[in-house]
């Protein structure tokens, strides 16, 4: 099963672009990326997802590199409410599980 | 409103008593999870349904229970087997076998369940 590295922490202007990155060098060729994030005390949140064409909707942006090793997911414009645990996730084959690391503490400052 | 319901959200209990938290969900979805959350860490998975009455274990299912007995139901018994039950349990649910397209089958969460072994 594909594994996701991505930094422990980040932080990031409260306007700015936060601009996440995520590696999954063993992703293999039909396996997702998805990210959720999750804010202090509540259930993950489901944000994009992608194969290989980069995505965008309401939330953010997802860029895949071309060899699909990496991704970087983009807030636009970060808000004090965006500071959350965000998650890089391979999707599995096998069933419907998705396996969650430690994800990266996004911390929006003022 | 459609979603995903987890009660109670805070759960206290003494060491050595069984302990089952709820999970419930109205979107016709087939699959459900179990998650476990501690301190600072990622979500583990413990047990997940991908139909009614058929259950599989996850990466730490010892020590814990589930049944499946009906769609929108999939309760979870913490045993006083768990060496160490204090957690933040997620509960959620997939589209699963009804999904169209099989690679959107997105997870919805509950809101958790904090449960302290006292």
């Known amino acids: 099963d594909a594994k996701t590295t991505q930094p422990t922490s980040m932080d990031c202007a409260e306007g700015r672009a936060a601009n996440l990155p995520c590696n999954h060098s063993t992703i293999s060729g039909n396996e997702y990326v998805y990210w959720y994030r999750q804010i202090h005390s509540q259930g993950p949140q489901y944000i994009i997802h992608?194969?290989?064409n980069n995505e965008t909707n309401e939330m953010a942006s997802l860029i895949i590199t071309e060899d699909r090793k990496s991704s970087t997911l983009i807030l636009p414009h970060a808000t004090l409410r965006d500071t959350a645990v965000y998650y890089c996730?391979?999707?599995?084959?096998?069933?419907?599980?998705?396996?969650f690391g430690a994800g990266t503490i996004l911390r929006v400052k003022s | 409103d459609g979603g995903i319901t987890q009660s109670p959200k805070y759960l206290f209990r003494k060491e050595g008593q069984n302990v089952t938290l709820s999970c419930e969900q109205n979107l016709n979805h087939d699959a459900m999870y179990w998650y476990r959350q501690d301190p600072g860490q990622g979500l583990r998975l413990i047990y997940y349904s991908q139909i009614v009455n058929d259950f599989q274990k996850g990466d730490i299912a010892e020590g814990y229970s589930v049944s499946r007995e009906k769609k929108e139901s999939f309760p979870l018994t913490v045993t006083s087997a768990q060496k160490n039950p204090t957690a933040f349990y997620l509960c959620?649910?997939?589209?699963?076998?009804?999904?169209?397209?099989?690679?959107?089958?997105?997870?919805?969460f509950g809101p958790g369940t904090r449960l302290t072994v006292l």
């Open positions: 992608g194969l290989k």
């Open positions: 996730i391979v999707r599995l084959e096998y069933g419907n599980k998705l396996v």
């Open positions: 959620a649910s997939s589209p699963g076998l009804a999904a169209t397209i099989f690679a959107y089958n997105e997870q919805f």
